[in-house]
């Protein structure tokens, strides 16, 4: 079983940058995928980015070019990098662990609490 633990969101500018980290613990990072989701009020929970055991990395159209994501095994860390925020990413942003990809939330077992991203001048 895996625990994670989100960190890094809070108020940005539109054209700003922030870093959100998952620091998981509980089982071997390293054969775990990871992801990064996001839900905003009103709106269904989209998958903004993942990242495999092998460090295959994979983005929904929305955030690519703007997000990266990266992970840090020897930290049991998963790190996005979120750059040119604009208001329309303003949601919770939640890290997900599985042992297997998957673009369907349901088949990601394990998740974080989220932190709050805003954009907004």
């Known amino acids: 079983q895996v625990r994670v633990v989100e960190s890094g969101g809070g108020l940005v500018q539109p054209g700003g940058s922030l870093r959100l980290s998952c620091a998981a613990s509980g089982s071997i990072f390293s054969m775990y995928a990871m992801a990064w989701y996001r839900q905003a009020p009103g709106k269904q929970r989209e998958l903004l980015a993942a990242?495999?055991?092998?460090?295959?990395?994979n983005y929904a159209d929305s955030v690519k070019g703007r997000f990266t994501i990266s992970r840090n095994n020897a930290k049991n860390t998963v790190y996005l990098q979120m750059n040119s925020l604009k208001p329309d990413d303003t949601a919770l942003y939640s890290c997900?662990?599985?042992?297997?990809?998957?673009?369907?939330?349901?088949?990601?077992?394990?998740w974080g609490q989220g932190t709050q991203v805003t954009v907004s001048s």
């Open positions: 990242i495999t055991k092998d460090r295959k990395t």
């Open positions: 997900a662990a599985s042992l297997y990809y998957s673009n369907k939330p349901s088949d990601w077992p394990y």
